[in-house]
């Protein structure tokens, strides 16, 4: 029972590139969401999906994109990055929005 | 200013002893939740309280949620190694989306 995978658990950057954090799910979880975590600031919301093409934007979604075209996958993108998006991020699911949520290990990201 | 205010950030204890961590708001939550995360994982959920004033026990654990429902507290009693972790609070606001404290670290010493 996988659960929620992400790829991949470490990855440095330099300022400027692009790239695409993978997130599935084999637990059939209409709710997904994207987390970054940072020291003193606990888990903020970044973006969230309730279902197969929907997603919406949560507290701090500038410099990321999603989409949601299956059930399964919830991919990150970050379009250019900034040092300031170093942190690590946990992509997350739910049966439904509020409930509990299952996470990832997480990807460990360095931005130089 | 975090919506769910966790106290105290950071708890080194001997093993053996007991300790409390507290999760504070001003707003009143339908629910809260309980995570606890471990280095290089992501959180895992302990508990969910959802009545006022109810009181869940986890084997050495002991969740309580105010009457109030705007905090809730996580009691450890006989605190082991084992329990070494970030705990976090976390309680659907917004339109449901999930809101965490900024944690308590917890390091239990042998």
């Known amino acids: 029972n996988a659960g929620v995978t992400q790829t991949p658990k470490f990855q440095v950057l330099k300022t400027g590139q692009s790239m695409t954090l993978q997130c599935a799910q084999d637990?059939?979880?209409?709710?997904m969401s994207w987390y970054r975590q940072d020291p003193g600031m606990g888990l903020r919301l970044i973006h969230y999906?309730?279902?197969?093409?929907?997603?919406d934007q949560g507290e701090v979604p500038n410099g990321y994109n999603v989409s949601r075209s299956t059930t399964e996958d919830f991919p990150l993108r970050l379009l250019s990055a900034a040092p300031s998006q170093t942190s690590v991020y946990f992509c997350?699911?739910?049966?439904?929005?509020?409930?509990?949520?299952?996470f990832g290990q997480g990807t460990r990201l360095t931005v130089v | 200013t975090q919506l769910l205010e966790q106290s105290p950030q950071f708890l080194s204890i001997q093993e053996g002893e007991n300790l409390t961590v507290y999760c504070n708001s001003s707003?009143?939550?339908?629910?809260l939740q309980w995570y606890r995360q471990e280095p290089g994982e992501g959180p895992v959920l302990l508990v969910t309280?959802?009545?006022?004033?109810e009181v869940k026990k986890l084997k050495r654990l002991t969740f309580q949620f105010g009457d109030a429902r705007k905090d809730s507290s996580l009691h450890i009693t006989a605190a082991q190694p084992g329990d070494t972790g970030l705990y976090l609070c976390?309680?659907?606001?917004?339109?449901?989306?999930?809101?965490f404290g900024a944690g308590t670290i917890l390091r239990v010493k042998s």
């Open positions: 707003s009143v939550f339908s629910s």
């Open positions: 309280v959802v009545t006022g004033g």
């Open positions: 976390a309680g659907p606001r917004y339109g449901n989306k999930l809101v």
């Open positions: 997350a699911s739910s049966f439904r929005q509020g409930t509990e949520a299952f």
């Open positions: 637990m059939n979880h209409e709710y």
């Open positions: 999906s309730v279902g197969a093409g929907i997603t």
